[in-house]
T-cell receptor, first 113, second 111 residues
Framework: SAVISQKPSRDICQRGTSLTIQCQVD?????MFWYRQQPGQSLTLIAT?????????ESGFVIDKFPISRPNLTFSTLTVSNMSPEDSSIYLC??????????FGPGTRLTVT | KQEVTQIPAALSVPEGENLVLNCSFT??????LQWFRQDPGKGLTSLLL?????REQTSGRLNASLDKSSGRSTLYIAASQPGDSATYLC??????????FGKGTKLTVNP
């Protein structure tokens, strides 16, 4: 199994600011995923991040709002830009192994005031 | 479009009881099904993965089954403990890379 860490674990941010979330994996992986979990809801995929190419965004999510970097096979960042209270969520990064078992990081709990 | 439903949304049981959580899905063309546990405000912990060709998987007190023909999976928890209290999510992988999640069952095991 993969060990995934995320920074920060939580943050409280002002409306209109941006926050960058870091995701570090203990092994090299091809695909990394970013999910959002709004309060009381299940998980929604934001984008898939492959090393060396542009991230692929799901319907309803755009690069200007959620820019993603994937500089190498063990690291990725997700930025939540120009935040509003509706962005208050848990943000999770995730990877898959060779049999497509998915592993998740501990999450970043974001509150926008 | 794959839809995943988990019933009940919440379940409260006394300690020691055996219980079953249900997950149903609309498209049987799945690659695998995964059960997760989520503690409040935390990330997801993978419990069991069932490949499309498998019928069940077991880990300790947990047993997950898969019946593609009926579009159902169950997670059986034996001899429940207060530490089992959490939200349990099932998720399916189909032809694309992403998982489709149910909304989860919130389990409370009372001492």
């Amino acid at each position: 199994s993969a060990v995934i860490s995320q920074k920060p674990s939580r943050d409280i941010c002002q409306r209109g600011t941006s926050l960058t979330i870091q995701c570090q994996v203990d092994s090299q992986v091809t695909m990394m995923f970013w999910y959002r979990q709004q309060p009381g809801q299940s998980l929604t995929l934001i984008a898939t991040a492959n090393q060396g190419s542009e991230a692929t965004y799901e319907s309803g999510f755009v690069i200007d709002k959620f820019p993603i970097s994937r500089p190498n096979l063990t690291f990725s960042t997700l930025t939540v830009s120009n935040m509003s209270p509706e962005d208050s969520s848990i943000y999770l990064c995730s990877v898959v192994n060779l049999v497509y078992e998915q592993y998740f990081g501990p999450g970043t709990r974001l509150t926008v005031t | 479009k794959q839809e995943v439903t988990q019933i009940p949304a919440a379940l409260s049981v006394p300690e020691g009881e055996n219980l079953v959580l249900n997950c149903s899905f609309t498209d049987s063309a799945i690659y695998n099904l995964q059960w997760f546990r989520q503690d409040p405000g935390k990330g997801l912990t993978s419990l069991l993965l069932i490949q499309s060709s498998q019928r069940e998987q077991t880990s300790g007190r947990l047993n997950a089954s898969l019946d593609k023909s009926s579009g159902r999976s169950t997670l059986y928890i034996a001899a429940s403990q207060p530490g089992d209290s959490a939200t349990y999510l099932c998720a399916l992988k189909g032809g694309s890379e992403k998982l489709v999640f149910g909304k989860g069952t919130k389990l409370t095991v009372n001492p």
